[in-house]
């Protein structure tokens, strides 16, 4: 599937299917998530978002992306199966 320039890092995160990938991680399959398309068209920012907003601010942030975002949503995951 490809997203549009308009897509935000929220909403790519919730429609591309890695939260689905998540839950069977927990399940104790792998997973893996390819980027493709040509050089300039955002497959870096799409998965690691900004790196100098990390390194200042932590997560959080709008630019976060799918590293962070599944990062954050794993422990989330585990913290509440632990209730």
């Known amino acids: 599937r490809a997203f549009g320039t308009e897509c935000t890092q929220d909403a790519l995160f919730k429609s591309c299917g890695v939260v689905n990938l998540l839950d069977h991680v927990l399940d104790g399959y792998s997973a893996t ?14 998965i ?6 990390i390194v200042k601010h932590g997560s959080g942030d709008v630019s976060d992306g799918l590293v962070i975002r599944s990062v954050e949503t794993l422990f989330n995951k585990v913290r509440s199966l632990q209730r």
């Open 48 to 53: 690691t978002g900004r790196p100098e907003s």
């Open 33 to 46: 998530v390819f980027a493709y398309g040509p050089t300039g068209s955002g497959k870096t920012y799409t």
